[in-house]
């Protein structure tokens, strides 16, 4: 009976640890999905600004000279 309650523990020691490292990884592709989002809010904002400061500049050449 040792060695199936030995062969038992064994392998709940198995499926837990396959079970961290299934949760980890997980973890890990949302923090990269969160990141990659707010990557391209940045992308997306910095050509928005790019894009006023381009007319403003425009505007300022047309209009205070």
Do not use: P, W
């Amino acid at each position: 009976m040792d060695i199936s309650k030995g062969i038992k523990e064994g392998l709940e020691f198995i499926s837990d640890t396959v079970s961290e490292i299934a949760s980890s990884i997980a973890e890990k592709n949302r923090l990269r999905l969160q990141l990659s989002h707010i990557k391209g809010l940045i992308r997306t904002d910095s050509a928005t600004r790019d894009q006023a400061f381009i007319e403003l500049g425009r505007y300022f050449y047309d209009n205070m000279r």
